[in-house]
């Protein structure tokens, strides 16, 4: 097993324990240097034929992107665009990619189905997963044997560099006295631990047969607001803070502040949450207080 990853966010202490490993290997590339992307890949291809590739590269601060457009562009397109063309290259026919429920958009009340459209994303970020998930269709249709496309909801957990609760604490930790809150929080999502996410990954990965397999991934509940996460981060980080919301329902643009995915798909082929979304905010907040305090 190869691994890629420019470590613009994550750090080989994360993947400490497997790099003794003699079947696991570790490479910090940019999916968007091809010609060394290529090089490496087909080095390790010809040692041992790699049949399937899991790509999880993107930007995924939504708010970055919406500040820069060419973030998502260049490490959520173009990534995906280069490891589709050295899987057609090399010849590797399976891909496990990971998308996100930001491709729907924001379509208020209604119930979020896998074969709901049209999709129309409101941020940069679900504009490029859903131009990926394009792609890689296409890709299906020309030489991939099988594809698997996770949509996933709001993943939660540790090691964390962005998120609801890690700039919950880190502003509780430069002033634990109050903690301001974007928006007036009442935005309301679904929330899963990034344990029962690759749990669930795998599962779809054994038992889905579709030469194309797309499914929402997450908890079986209408999620947990705002004002929850950040009255459940102020008991954990500094009891007694003062919270202090904002005005309107979007903490951010492109931020959808309210929808309901169904995971019905995934529950028929067998696979359920351990967790639901209050739960799994409650162990990603002790988790994150815990990193942050080392």
Known sequence: MIGYDNLSRGSRRNIAEFESNPKFSFEQLDLNDYERLISSISGYHLKEPITEVWHL???SDIPAGVADA???LRDTFMTTFH???AMKEVGIPRLAFASSSAV???LGNVTLTEDIGPLLPIS???AMKLASEGLISAAAEAYLERVFIFRFPNVIGAPATHGVVYDFVKKLRADPTKLQVLGNGTQQKSYLHVEDLVTAMIFIRDNAKDKVNYFNIGSDDEGVTVRFIAEETVAA???GAEV???EGNRGW???VPRFHYSIDKLHALGWRSGSNSAEAMRKAIREIVKQEDL
């Open 124 to 126: 940069n970020y679900g």
């Open 57 to 59: 590269a993107a930007n």
């Open 253 to 255: 643009v492109g931020d």
């Open 83 to 85: 490891v589709l063309e």
């Open 70 to 72: 060419k973030v998502d």
């Open 237 to 239: 980080a500094a009891p």
């Open 104 to 106: 729907y958009g924001d």
């Open 244 to 246: 202090c919301f904002g």
